[in-house]
C-alpha cells in the first residue's frame, strides 16, 4: 500500500513538472528573445557613437585603433609588445587614430610615452589617445582569493565595457590576455577583433598541476592534499577552459609569442585558420652593439636575473639556488659572486614580493650578496649585462621570455628554466652548437652554475658567440613583419 502512494506520489510530481515544461520553454524564449533586442539595441548606440567618434576635422571617417592593455606603464615584455606594435601601425596607418585603454592613472599619457622610450627605448612617431579605466582593480588578483581565474575573467568584462563606452573603435587588438572582452567588442562594438596572446589563462599544464595533486602558485597544499576538493578544482578548471575557449574564438585574428602558446591555444581556442606565431620583439641590435669584454675573472663573476616580481616568475628558486652555489663556492675556492635581480613593480603586490624575497635573502644569510634594482632605465639595465657572466631565469612554462633573449644578444651565458618557450624556441642549438643552458631544481640551477662559472673563460666566449648569432629571428625588425602580415586581415 506505501509501495503503491509513493508511486502516485512520483507520477503527480512528474505530471506536474510536465505541465511546467511548455510554460517555462516559453517564458525562457520571450526572455531570450528580449535579452537580444536589448543587445542589438546596445549595439546600434555603439555603432552611433563609433560613427561619431571616427570622423575627423576634415569630415572624413579615420580608422581609429585600440590596444587593451590596463597596464601599459609597466616595464616588462608584454609592454615593448604593445609599444613596438603601435610603432609597426603608425609607420603603415599614420592617419589612423590609436587609442591604449589603460588603467594607469597615476601617470599622464605623456609620462607612460617617456618611461615607454626610457625602459624600451621606442618612441612613436603619431599621437596616442590614452583613455583612463577606473576600474581596473576589477582584474586585481589580490580581488579573488579564491576562484581567482574566474574573478578576474568577470571583472575583466566590466573592464571592457568601460572601455567600450568611452571608445568604440573600428580595430580592437587585446595585447595583454583578456579574452573575455573580445565576444563584447566583436558582438556589441562591431569591431574587427584580434589578439596577441602571450600566456593563456589557463592551460592543460594547468589542469595536469591539479588533476595529478602537485603543489604550485596557483595550487595550494590544502587542495593538493584533499582528493574531494581537487577532484571540485579540475571540475572548475575544465569548465573554465571551454568557456575560455569559446571566449578567444571570438577573435578574427590570433599571434601568440612560442611554439608552447600555440599548442596550448590550438587546443583551447580551436582557431587554426586564423592563428599564427608573432615572436616578440627585442631589442636585440641595441645589445648587440655590446662588446665582449674580455673576463675579468680576479674580480668575481655578476649573475642577474631579468622579469618582472610576479609570483610565476619563481624569484625564491634564484635566491635559494645562489645560497647553495655560495656554499659550494667555499668549497671550491670560486672567485666572488653577486646576484642582482632585475624587474618592474607594477603594484603594492609586487612591492611586497620584493620586501619578501629581501627578508627570503636574509634568512639564508646572503643578503650582502643579493641585490634588486627596480624600473631601472634601460641605459642601466644595457650596463648590468654587459658586466654579467651568468643570465637567470626560473619561471616553470614560461610563455616566451624577452629578458632570456636580451641577456644572450648581450653576451650573457643563460640557465633557463627547462620548459616553456625558453625550451622550445629560445635556448636551443644554433648550427649543432650549444646557446646556453637549461635547469629545473634548485641542486640543478646550483650545479649548473657552478658548472658555468668553472668553465675556461674561451669556452664560454664560444657559447656567449652561439647565443649571439641565433637571435636574429626576435629582433624589432622581424616582429613588425611577422605582426603587420598577421593583422592585414584586420584592415581589410
Known amino acids: ?21 511548455f510554460p517555462g520553454l516559453i517564458v525562457c524564449g520571450v526572455l531570450c528573445v528580449c535579452l537580444l533586442i536589448v543587445l542589438w539595441g546596445i549595439r546600434l548606440l555603439l555603432q552611433r557613437k563609433k560613427k561619431s567618434g571616427s570622423a575627423s576635422k576634415t569630415g572624413k571617417n579615420q580608422t581609429v585603433i585600440a590596444f587593451f592593455h590596463p597596464y601599459c606603464n609597466a616595464g616588462g615584455g608584454g609592454e615593448r609588445v604593445l609599444w613596438c606594435a603601435l610603432r609597426a601601425l603608425q609607420k603603415k596607418y599614420p592617419e589612423a587614430v590609436y587609442v591604449v585603454y589603460t588603467g594607469d592613472a597615476d601617470v599622464s599619457g605623456q609620462q607612460i610615452l617617456e618611461g615607454a622610450f626610457r625602459r624600451f627605448n621606442i618612441r612613436l612617431t603619431c599621437p596616442v589617445k590614452f583613455v583612463l579605466l577606473r576600474k581596473r582593480y576589477l582584474v586585481e588578483d589580490s580581488l579573488y582569493p579564491h576562484f581567482t581565474l574566474l574573478g578576474q575573467s568577470l571583472g575583466s568584462i566590466f573592464l571592457g565595457w568601460e572601455a567600450l563606452m568611452q ?5 580592437y587588438i587585446d ?22 596572446v602571450h600566456y593563456p589563462t589557463i592551460s592543460t599544464d594547468m589542469l595536469s598541476v591539479v588533476k595529478n595533486q602537485n603543489v604550485g602558485f596557483n595550487n595550494a597544499a590544502f587542495i593538493t592534499r584533499n582528493p574531494f576538493l581537487s577532484k571540485v578544482k579540475l571540475v572548475y578548471y575544465y569548465l573554465f577552459a571551454f568557456i575560455y575557449g569559446l571566449a578567444g574564438s571570438c577573435s578574427d585574428v590570433v599571434m601568440v609569442n612560442s611554439s608552447w602558446t600555440l599548442n ?3 587546443s583551447l581556442w580551436k582557431v587554426g585558420n586564423c592563428t599564427d606565431i608573432v ?38 628558486l634564484q635566491i635559494r639556488a645562489f645560497a647553495k652555489l655560495l656554499n659550494k663556492r667555499e668549497a671550491e675556492s670560486l672567485p666572488p659572486l653577486k646576484l642582482v635581480l632585475i624587474g618592474g613593480c607594477r603594484n603594492q ?31 642601466e639595465l644595457k650596463n648590468y649585462l654587459s658586466e ?17 633573449v636580451e641577456c644572450m644578444a648581450a653576451g650573457t651565458i643563460v640557465l633557463a628554466h627547462n620548459s616553456g618557450g625558453p625550451k ?8 649543432g652548437e650549444r646557446t646556453g643552458f637549461l635547469a629545473e631544481s634548485e641542486e640543478d640551477y646550483a650545479e649548473t652554475m657552478a658548472h658555468i662559472l668553472s668553465m675556461s673563460a674561451e669556452k664560454r666566449l664560444q657559447i656567449r658567440n652561439n647565443a649571439r648569432a641565433s637571435v636574429s629571428r626576435f629582433s624589432d625588425q622581424e616582429f613588425e613583419v611577422t605582426f603587420l602580415t598577421s593583422v592585414e586581415k584586420l584592415f581589410q
Open 424 to 431: 622550445l624556441d629560445i635556448v636551443v642549438p644554433h648550427q
Open 1 to 21: 500500500m506505501a509501495a503503491a502512494e509513493r508511486g502516485w506520489c512520483l507520477l503527480e510530481l512528474l505530471r506536474f513538472f510536465y505541465s511546467l515544461f
Open 388 to 404: 654579467a657572466t651568468v643570465g637567470l631565469h626560473t619561471m616553470w612554462n614560461e610563455h616566451f621570455g624577452i629578458g632570456i
Open 264 to 266: 596550448h591555444i590550438l
Open 279 to 316: 615572436y616578440p620583439p627585442c631589442d636585440v641590435q641595441t645589445f648587440l652593439d655590446i662588446p665582449l669584454h674580455k673576463e675579468k675573472t680576479t674580480s668575481g663573476h655578476l649573475l642577474v636575473s631579468i622579469g618582472q616580481f610576479r609570483p610565476e616568475k619563481n624569484h625564491p
Open 175 to 196: 595585447s595583454m590576455g583578456y579574452a573575455f572582452t573580445l565576444p563584447l567588442f566583436r558582438y556589441l562594438g562591431g569591431c574587427r577583433v584580434g589578439s596577441y
Open 167 to 171: 571608445c568604440v573603435p573600428d580595430v
Open 349 to 379: 603586490d609586487d612591492e611586497l614580493r620584493v620586501n619578501q624575497l629581501r627578508r627570503l635573502s636574509e634568512d639564508l644569510g646572503v643578503q650582502e650578496d643579493v641585490e634588486f634594482k627596480i624600473n631601472i632605465p634601460f641605459d
